[in-house]
């Protein structure tokens, strides 16, 4: 059921159409070239944490691109995945003793909670398409907030740009947050920044919500993205991500020119397309762009600006450049900006790595272990001697006759004089944990004690002679070792008994480990997506012909050969984890070159049997431990 918001849009988009027969040219003032570093700058170093944005300061981009995920307790995030997954952050520690849901990679952050997230170590892994990238080892993932008070830590005068993208599935509902919750956290996130709005972008390839955030916020500029995969539903039904709006249903000779059409109906300020069909060049003879002149001519004359992504090849900016766009991100802003520059466009000033690097020092969090420096435990005098009041601490100095307290002469050969390491002098006395056995600054007087006591002779000296006794000594050795062999042993047995309760799965982990699928309910030639430990399955009904075509396939020649025999317990069903095997998204359905499902994040394509056959993807999608039961009617996955 569409939003009021969608809904008022939709009615009013007959009305709006027929104004748009006469467009306008306009005219746009930037200040800078709009240079967007992806996910801070991902070529040059571990994406979405604080380090990536830092160089992108230091690279001199004008806006700071970025995604926002919403974790279990309503936590605003900067990360891009749904599932955090094991490409980029590895666990550390469980955020509570015994907590079920440890280990937290493979989970979706919609079912961790902040807490959770904070104990990950997401800056270790270089991805495989960026082996120049430099790591930030233990370096945590941040909040929106905390992003924000690192920007005004290096940006005191405020001038950086953010486009913040919701990381929405309209086509899975339960791997995100709805449309509702982003809108009102997000927002509040905006309002509490510290910036204008007009210096934050909103971005989203689901136009919910767009709509939804240009009702409660009309000053704040909103994105459009878009691409292939998102233009148009399978069979070229209508798209899931474009609001209930049918791209061929707008005015327009290409697709470009009707996709800002349909972008301008939602009120859009920017229109913001992939810049090619995904694994194509422009010198290639099978070159095709999704982003065309005639998309970025309309653009303009619709008064929205037209800013493409991800655009990592300087014939590709170029090409852009040459048709008049008014940003570009990129995974690699300081090289395009040389680009940029040369072609004689205004760029943002870079910011000074000293600066910028003391904000990081700062600002950063790391999910490791670090040596503490605690303060003093006590202060002494220049003289060497603690300062206690009503104590006297003084020790006496190695030469005194009555240093061992029964008066033997002679020095104090036992200690030898020396200074505790890392002492330092103040005007106000030596500070240390240790202390100083060096001789002090002035000699102790003997005194005589006066006493009301009456002096007596001892009738007899004690005999301590049994304290040298070898078989008393033995004895208590022997209790003494039994005692500790005893109280070790149930140590160790306590130990071990909270070690295997920790390791035992709670009921709630085991009502997940498991789950039963109806068969019965799926026809023939259709999908279904389930949630098992936190993780999408995807679950298809093979048509005969689908079945063929899956089998006819030389299979040997595939980047991870597999038949299909062996990816199946049935010919006619299809099970496997919905997670892409490049970076853990979650591919969309009876999409891609092969008929199978496509990853709109990074392009990756499988075939009808889960197959990786084009894009970064290096796998197949992975086929979970599963069986049939009751008839062949039920699917237990488990």
Not at 295 to 311: C, E, F, N, S, Y
Not at 462 to 469: K, Q
Not at 547 to 575: C, G, H, N, Y
Request: aromatic residues 8%; positive net charge; proline residues 7%.
């Amino acid at each position: 059921m569409p939003s009021p918001a969608i809904s008022k849009v939709l009615c009013l988009l007959a009305a709006l159409t027929t104004t748009w027969a006469v467009p306008s040219q306009h005219v746009f003032k930037d200040k800078h070239f709009d240079l967007q570093g992806h996910r801070g700058s991902r070529g040059e170093t571990v994406e979405s944490l604080l380090p990536a944005f830092a160089w992108a300061f230091i690279d001199g981009v004008a806006t700071l691109e970025l995604d926002n995920g919403i974790t279990k307790d309503g936590a605003v995030i900067v990360w891009h995945d749904e599932v955090i997954s094991s490409t980029k952050c590895n666990d550390t520690k469980p955020a509570f003793k015994n907590d079920p849901a440890f280990p937290y990679v493979g989970k979706a952050v919609v079912d961790l909670t902040l807490a959770q997230i904070k104990t990950l170590d997401c800056g270790s892994k270089r991805l495989t398409d960026f082996p120049t990238a430099t790591t930030y080892p233990g370096t945590k993932i941040s909040t929106l907030n905390e992003l924000f008070k690192f920007a005004q830590c290096v940006d005191s005068k405020r001038e950086i740009q953010f486009n913040i993208e919701s990381k929405i599935n309209p086509e899975d509902p339960s791997a995100t947050r709805g449309v509702d919750d982003f809108v009102k956290l997000q927002r509040a996130e905006f309002q509490r920044s510290g910036y204008k709005l007009s210096q934050i972008t909103y971005q989203s390839f689901d136009w919910r919500t767009l709509i939804a955030m240009k009702a409660v916020e009309p000053k704040l500029p909103t994105a459009a993205l878009i691409d292939r995969t998102t233009v148009f539903g399978a069979n070229n039904s209508t798209s899931a991500w474009l609001a209930g709006l049918r791209v061929q249903d707008f005015p327009g000779e290409t697709t470009g020119q009707q996709i800002a059409y349909a972008a301008k109906s939602i009120n859009a300020d920017i229109v913001s397309p992939a810049a090619v069909q995904f694994g194509t060049d422009p010198k290639s003879s099978n070159y095709v762009p999704f982003t065309t002149k005639e998309m970025i001519d309309q653009a303009h004359q619709l008064g929205m600006r037209v800013k493409p992504w991800t655009v990592n090849r300087h014939n590709i900016a170029e090409q852009l450049l040459d048709w008049g766009v008014d940003g570009i991100i990129t995974d690699y802003p300081e090289a395009t900006r040389r680009l940029i520059q040369s072609r004689g466009l205004v760029v943002a000033p870079k910011i000074s790595k000293k600066k910028v690097f003391e904000c990081l020092n700062k600002h950063v969090q790391r999910a490791v272990k670090k040596a503490v420096s605690l303060p003093p435990t006590v202060r002494t005098l220049s003289s060497g001697i603690p300062q206690a009041p009503l104590l006297n601490l003084a020790a006496r100095a190695p030469h005194d006759a009555h240093a061992h307290h029964h008066g033997a002469p002679g020095p104090r050969s036992d200690v030898p004089p020396s200074w505790a390491g890392g002492v330092s002098r103040s005007n106000s006395g030596l500070v240390s944990k240790t202390f100083t056995t060096v001789s002090p600054s002035f000699n102790f007087q003997q005194r005589t004690i006066h006493t009301s006591v009456a002096r007596k002779d001892a009738p007899e000296v004690p005999n301590f002679s049994y304290r040298t006794n070898p078989d008393s000594n033995r004895a208590l050795s022997y209790f003494m070792v039994g005692s500790l062999g005893v109280i070790s042993a149930s140590a160790a047995k306590s130990s071990v008994s909270e070690f295997l309760q920790s390791m035992a799965a709670s009921a709630d982990v085991l009502a997940l480990a498991k789950v039963e699928v109806d068969l019965t309910t799926i026809p023939e030639g259709k999908n279904v997506i389930i949630k098992w430990r936190g993780k999408p399955v995807f679950i298809r009904h093979r048509t005969q012909s689908e079945i063929e075509e899956a089998r006819s396939m030389d299979w040997k020649t595939f980047r991870d050969p597999q038949p299909d025999e062996d990816r199946v317990k049935k010919p006619e069903w299809l099970v496997m984890l919905g997670v892409c095997t490049h970076l853990g998204c979650v591919p969309i359905g009876e999409a891609g070159d092969y008929g199978g499902w496509f990853c709109p994040c990074h392009g990756s394509h499988y075939d009808i049997s889960g197959r990786a056959r084009k894009g970064p993807a290096p796998l197949n999608l992975e086929v979970p431990q599963y069986e049939f039961s009751e008839g062949d009617d039920k699917l237990v996955i488990g």
